[in-house]
Each structure stands twice: as structure tokens, then as C-alpha cells.
């Protein structure tokens, strides 16, 4: 099984910053593509931030330019570092992994608790 954990969530001003960690623990063979998701009220859950293995990095356009993605590859952690953070950007984050648990095992995703990112204006 496979466990991940969620921190460095809170409120916020406007145009402030927050960062999120991530960390997976368990029966962790190999990592691929790590990140973080997010869901408002009512909203569906979109992709925020990726990062592969390699440091291949993707971002939703609405946080290009604000928010970072990075990895620590042998803690199993990933961080998204939030700046200039805006109301809309309030959310339930959820940190994701693609985990293989075993050699020749086939990858699944795992998802973390999710933790609470509120920006006031």
C-alpha cells in the first residue's frame, strides 16, 4: 500500500504565497509523474502542476508564471510552490503519484487526503 501526505495548506491574502509538500510512503518501487490537482466548490478537479522523474514540468495556464513544481526524487516528496496567489485559486489541493510497487508491476496513481487552500480578498 501506498500513502501520501499532504501539508502547507491554509489561508491566505491575496497576492500572497503558500507552499504545499507532499511526501509517499509505503511499498514504493519507482515514481513516474508526480502532482498536484485541485477542486473548488462545484467545479470539477483540474490539473494544477506535474513533474515526471526527469523534471518535466507542465502547468495549467491560469498558475504559469506564479506556481513552481519540484521533486526530491529519492524522499519521494513533491512541492508546488504558490506565489501571487488569488482568490480563485481557493480549492481542496490533492497531491498525486504514479507508483510502481513492484518490478514489472504496472504504475497506478495514488491519491493524498488533500488539504485546503483558501485566499481572501
Known amino acids: 500500500q501506498v500513502q501520501l501526505v499532504e501539508s502547507g495548506g491554509g489561508l491566505v491574502q491575496a497576492g500572497g504565497s503558500l507552499r504545499l509538500s507532499c511526501v509517499a510512503s509505503?511499498?514504493?518501487?519507482?515514481?513516474?509523474?508526480m502532482g498536484w490537482y485541485r477542486q473548488a466548490p462545484g467545479k470539477q478537479r483540474e490539473l494544477v502542476a506535474a513533474i515526471t522523474s526527469g523534471g518535466l514540468t507542465n502547468f495549467v495556464d491560469s498558475v504559469k508564471g506564479r506556481f513552481t513544481i519540484s521533486r526530491d526524487n529519492a524522499k519521494n516528496t513533491v512541492h508546488l510552490q504558490m506565489n501571487s496567489l488569488k482568490p480563485e485559486d481557493t480549492a481542496v489541493y490533492y497531491c498525486y503519484a504514479d507508483v510502481k510497487t513492484g518490478w514489472g508491476r504496472e504504475p497506478r496513481g495514488y491519491w493524498g487526503q488533500g488539504t485546503q487552500v483558501t485566499v481572501s480578498s
Open positions: 509505503g511499498s514504493i518501487f519507482s515514481i513516474n509523474a
